[in-house]
């Protein structure tokens, strides 16, 4: 944080993006013991990132990985330290609790689709095992249908591999709780981050199908890949 934070704000304080952020992001999550691998392409141009969510590592690996802003829940803002550092990513903080707060938001999402910097939605709502996926809630797809400019929509599978069980934040878990397993986790932790075929959300009829194409596409390469892993080691 020392190292990225005054040359961050150099690049605020003159009006300018700043290139600090997923830079954090990246050394934050090598800091931790990741070691992200990217498979796959990430596609180029203006990209809306819909991704499974296992843990809060996934952040700081996809961040640093691709430089998107996150939308995420508006308590977030609230956490001492974490809340600030959301935000200098652009993070966009939408309510769960306000009545009538949806077109707002969306409202918010399309703004930010127009600054040119990748945008990521964990579409669950919630963190998820890593093995099975979470039904997709599709509200703030409604930002994607009539498509902004020339959007393109691509599902990201955050993989685990066998570390899924130990790294998974589930049920009524505390934040410090669950930082403090983790962190106390011995050795490197190895994510891949597979892009998956991105797709035009003009192709779909409503938010529903998108939800629904891109948690089919995330939910086929979880079994692949658990298939894969699964498979007996040659005989030597």
């Not at 919630?126 to 902004?148: C, E, I, M, N, Q």
């Amino acid at each position: 944080m020392l190292a990225c934070l005054a040359p961050h704000l150099v690049y605020r304080l003159t009006g300018r993006r700043s290139p600090w952020p997923p830079r954090f992001l990246a050394l934050a999550a090598r800091s931790v013991g990741a070691r992200v691998r990217i498979a796959g392409r990430p596609a180029d141009g203006d990209i809306f990132l819909l991704a499974n969510h296992v843990s809060w590592i996934d952040i700081l690996a996809l961040g640093g990985a691709t430089g998107a802003a996150f939308v995420s829940h508006d308590g977030v803002a609230r956490w001492p330290v974490i809340g600030w550092l959301a935000a200098q990513n652009n993070t966009l903080f939408v309510s769960r609790e306000k009545r009538g707060a949806l077109a707002i938001q969306i409202e918010t999402l399309r703004t930010a689709l127009s600054g040119h910097q990748p945008v990521a939605l964990f579409p669950e709502g919630t963190t998820g095992d890593g093995r099975t996926l979470l039904p997709f809630k599709p509200s703030l797809l409604s930002v994607l249908l009539p498509p902004p400019r020339a959007m393109m929509i691509q599902p990201i599978h955050i993989d685990y591999g066998p570390a899924a069980d130990d790294i998974a934040w589930l049920g009524e878990e505390p934040a410090g709780a669950n930082a403090m397993r983790v962190l106390g986790r011995r050795g490197t932790l190895s994510i891949t981050l597979h892009f998956l075929e991105p797709f035009d959300p003009a192709v779909c009829a409503d938010r529903k199908a998108i939800a629904a194409l891109a948690r089919d596409r995330i939910a086929m390469s979880i079994a692949t890949h658990q298939r894969s892993s699964a498979l007996p080691l040659p005989p030597v």
